[in-house]
């Protein structure tokens, strides 16, 4: 059985125990994952809508011409349907669909001339939410495919990041090296430079120099499964103030894996890693103004639920697979990033991330 | 996401240029009897608020306020982290964040009196974000994309000299395609790292890999490439997006055949007349079996406004033709940037 049959069964078990008829998921190539859930297929342009019935048939409606084409060639057995008034056409399907009940998601995503087509929806979120949290074992293998290959990527990157080449030409040359492997999709953004550095952003031509630190978060896609890795190198020799700061990182993150196990509550996993940065006098920097989370979920969305913050009391559960990573700002050397994908198991995490916890030492030498 | 290189780069885009656009949509709001205007952006639909303010989201999602006489409002759900960043491509903007961008926009709205709301693509705005706007102000939403239509129709010559860069880069990364690999994967490997180092913002690239066979272009990874093969490279640059797809082969005869076609379509792009039937003008060309041209159409960047079924005229200064022609009983596929206005840049013309 193929994965996408499997989340197909899934679907239709989670409908049928909830008494739904029929399903509408929104997808764009932001916020794809609803939309894969259902239907196998990568959205890059325009928008898309799947609707599917209790009966588990389930039809592709897509907006752009040029990606109905692309999905009729990349998903042969999927119903793709050219819908160019994308709101009228399924509101049209929603509408004969009569008194059933329908729920849709996700509610905030979903286009306005749906929502007031004057059919009432469900909030269909909470249900493909836990879907999307807590994955099948088929599920979980294309995670361990991602980080597998995150982990080729980052020494690609490593290699790449060499003094007097922008930063844009390193994500070049990863971005080439994913597409060889059948990554079609990475989220990846960048930092270079030195306490200046507040975070990480697109790349905007800096070109690297000895000193600087070169963060990244590398995401690469497997069969529509996102794993991450965090990874911070100098470009040269690490001082030892560099050095001693990633210490703080790296204990962090272990103190982060340490504590997940299922049960335990995304609340308590950021505080495993920020009570470390406490005790070394950084409690402001793993406030919201110098971080946003201290990891996430990664499956069909590369930074999806549950969020690893104080305030989220989301309980982790066996077969969650998520990212720790205590990136914040360092008030000496700048931002740091370091955080490895694992799997939580019955008895604990299975780490994902075969690079090492290290502050690499990047090329210093060699130009160009 | 985009992932490739995002910088404000005055000499191509300047805030003059943006400004000018900002002026032209306040006149047409005017006349509209618009109070405020809303675009929604994120890195799909981003063309609405690229061509007003230059900026495109990398990630995430954010709505463009402009009320007449005072600077744009992007408000975003990005984090403030990275402000600096959205302020160093954005300059004409004022930035504002918060994880309910919409309830920002509408404090704004209560706040300044306005009530009657023009909204690109109202249908398609996000329902989270109408129900934000709507929970704190009394406005009425009125869907102005034929406003923003009007105002957009005419593109700049900032904009068409970015076209025309975008084209100039495509080109050149398409040259890295090696027509004589056995797979498809191996034949585009270099393509995308060539486009990205040139300085594209993004690239999608798609295949066709046996044209005798398929004629359809899709990710379809490392598949066995047949005599005749075509790749798309959807590219980004600067904001402002072109396709450009090619036929390729590796045997002799038929490449020399494929290229005279190629130097018949670069003849004609500048000549085709977007405003009336495509048809019979590319008719004059070769065998034409199906064709669609697409133009950069409110949010979206490319979006198709013709076809060889619906051959109706556009208002659009350029656009992106892709079209099957049939060459001794195979089909060869070609596209790129075709209009009357899309010229030469005066600075490339006088060089």
């Known amino acids: 059985m193929s994965t996408a049959e499997t989340r197909r069964k899934r679907l239709a078990r989670a409908m049928a125990e909830t008494g739904l008829d029929a399903l509408v998921l929104y997808g764009n190539a932001w916020q794809n994952d609803y939309l894969r859930y259902a239907v196998d297929f990568g959205i890059l342009e325009g928008e898309g809508i799947a609707v599917v019935g209790r009966d588990g048939e389930t039809a592709l409606y897509l907006d752009l011409p040029i990606e109905a084409e692309r999905a009729s060639v990349e998903c042969p057995e999927a119903d793709i349907r050219l819908a160019s008034d994308l709101v009228g056409e399924?509101?049209?399907?929603?509408?004969?669909?009569?008194?059933?009940?329908?729920?849709?998601?996700?509610?905030?995503?979903?286009?306005?001339?749906?929502?007031?087509?004057?059919?009432?929806?469900?909030?269909?979120?909470?249900?493909?939410?836990?879907?999307?949290?807590?994955?099948?074992?088929?599920?979980?293998?294309?995670?361990?495919?991602?980080?597998?290959?995150?982990?080729?990527?980052?020494?690609?990157?490593?290699?790449a990041a060499r003094p007097g080449r922008p930063d844009y030409a390193l994500i070049a040359e990863i971005e080439a090296f994913f597409r060889t492997k059948g990554v079609d999709d990475n989220f990846m953004i960048i930092g270079v430079g030195g306490p200046e550095v507040r975070g990480m952003a697109p790349p905007s031509g800096k070109l690297l120099k000895p000193g600087d630190m070169v963060t990244t978060e590398?995401?690469?896609?497997?069969?529509?499964?996102?794993?991450?890795?965090?990874?911070?190198?100098?470009?040269?020799?690490?001082?030892?103030?560099?050095?001693?700061?990633?210490?703080?990182?790296?204990?962090?993150?272990?103190?982060?894996?340490?504590a997940v196990k299922p049960g335990v509550t995304a609340a308590d996993v950021a505080r495993a890693e920020n009570d470390v940065?406490?005790?070394?006098?950084?409690?402001?920097?793993?406030?919201?103004?110098?971080?946003?989370?201290?990891?996430?979920?990664?499956?069909?969305?590369?930074?999806?639920?549950?969020?690893?913050?104080?305030?989220?009391t989301t309980t982790l559960e066996e077969n969650m697979s998520i990212i720790v990573h205590p990136n914040t700002y360092h008030p000496e050397v700048g931002y740091i990033v370091l955080g490895d994908t694992l799997i939580i198991g019955a008895d604990g995490p299975e780490v994902l991330a075969r690079t090492p916890r290290e502050l690499f030492a990047g090329t210093a030498g060699k130009e160009g | 996401m985009r992932r490739g290189l995002m910088l404000w780069r005055e000499q191509e885009l300047s805030a003059t240029d943006v400004l000018s656009r900002q002026q032209r949509l306040e006149a047409a709001m005017k006349a509209a009897g618009l109070d405020a205007f809303l675009v929604y952006t994120n890195h799909v639909r981003s063309a609405g608020v690229t061509y007003l303010t230059g900026f495109t989201?990398?990630?995430?999602?954010?709505?463009?306020?402009?009320?007449?006489?005072?600077?744009?409002?992007?408000?975003?759900?990005?984090?403030?982290?990275?402000g600096n960043w959205i302020r160093s491509v954005n300059p004409t903007s004022e930035v504002a964040h918060s994880p309910k961008p919409g309830r920002l926009?509408?404090?704004?709205?209560?706040?300044?009196?306005?009530?009657?709301?023009?909204?690109?693509?109202?249908d398609r705005l996000p329902a989270g974000l109408a129900e934000e706007i709507a929970s704190v102000s009394d406005v009425e939403f009125v869907d102005a994309s034929a406003v923003f239509a009007?105002?957009?129709?005419?593109?700049?010559?900032?904009?068409?000299?970015?076209?025309?860069?975008?084209?100039?880069?495509?080109?050149?990364?398409?040259?890295?395609?090696?027509?004589?690999?056995?797979?498809?994967?191996?034949?585009?490997?270099?393509?995308?790292?060539?486009?990205?180092?040139?300085?594209?913002?993004?690239?999608?690239?798609?295949?066709?890999?046996?044209?005798?066979?398929d004629s359809r272009?899709?990710?379809?990874?490392?598949?066995?490439?047949?005599?005749?093969?075509?790749?798309?490279?959807?590219?980004?640059?600067?904001?402002?997006?072109?396709?450009?797809?090619?036929?390729?082969?590796?045997?002799?005869?038929?490449?020399?055949?494929?290229?005279?076609?190629?130097?018949?379509?670069?003849?004609?792009?500048?000549?085709l007349d977007l405003s009336g039937p495509l048809g019979p003008q590319l008719l004059k060309m070769a065998d034409v079996s199906a064709w669609r041209l697409e133009v950069p159409s409110g949010t979206l960047p490319l979006a198709e406004t013709a076809n060889e079924r619906e051959d109706v005229g556009t208002r659009a200064s350029y656009g992106n033709l892709s079209a099957a022609f049939l060459l001794g009983g195979a089909t060869v596929l070609?596209?790129?940037?075709?209009?009357?206005?899309?010229?030469?840049?005066a600075t490339e013309a006088a060089a």
């Open chain 2, 105 to 122: 926009v509408g404090e704004r709205l209560a706040a300044a009196g306005c009530r009657r709301i023009g909204v690109l693509e109202l």
């Open chain 1, 90 to 159: 399924v509101a049209a399907v929603i509408e004969r669909l009569g008194n059933s009940r329908v729920a849709a998601g996700p509610a905030r995503h979903l286009p306005y001339g749906l929502v007031r087509s004057g059919k009432r929806f469900e909030d269909a979120t909470a249900l493909i939410d836990r879907l999307l949290m807590v994955k099948a074992q088929d599920e979980l293998d294309w995670v361990r495919k991602a980080a597998a290959i995150a982990d080729e990527g980052y020494a690609v990157f490593r290699a």
């Open chain 2, 57 to 82: 989201p990398y990630w995430s999602d954010a709505l463009l306020l402009i009320v007449p006489g005072k600077s744009p409002l992007l408000s975003t759900a990005l984090s403030k982290r990275v």
């Open chain 2, 217 to 271: 272009l899709g990710r379809l990874g490392n598949v066995p490439l047949g005599r005749l093969f075509a790749v798309r490279l959807s590219l980004a640059y600067n904001g402002v997006w072109i396709r450009l797809t090619k036929t390729f082969s590796r045997d002799a005869a038929v490449r020399e055949q494929v290229q005279k076609l190629e130097e018949a379509f670069a003849e004609m792009a500048p000549e």
């Open chain 1, 218 to 258: 590398l995401t690469p896609c497997m069969g529509g499964y996102y794993a991450q890795i965090c990874r911070t190198l100098v470009v040269g020799e690490p001082s030892q103030a560099q050095q001693q700061a990633f210490y703080i990182f790296k204990e962090a993150l272990e103190a982060g894996i340490a």
């Open chain 2, 150 to 213: 009007d105002v957009r129709a005419t593109a700049d010559r900032a904009e068409l000299d970015l076209v025309f860069r975008a084209e100039a880069l495509a080109r050149e990364a398409l040259q890295a395609v090696d027509p004589n690999q056995e797979r498809a994967g191996e034949a585009v490997s270099l393509l995308e790292r060539v486009a990205r180092e040139a300085g594209a913002e993004e690239c999608y690239v798609a295949v066709a890999p046996d044209l005798e066979k």
């Open chain 2, 334 to 345: 070609l596209g790129g940037p075709v209009g009357h206005r899309f010229s030469r840049p």
């Open chain 1, 277 to 312: 940065f406490r005790r070394y006098g950084l409690g402001d920097y793993v406030t919201s103004e110098y971080t946003r989370v201290r990891g996430h979920g990664v499956g069909l969305f590369p930074d999806t639920k549950p969020q690893i913050l104080e305030d989220v």
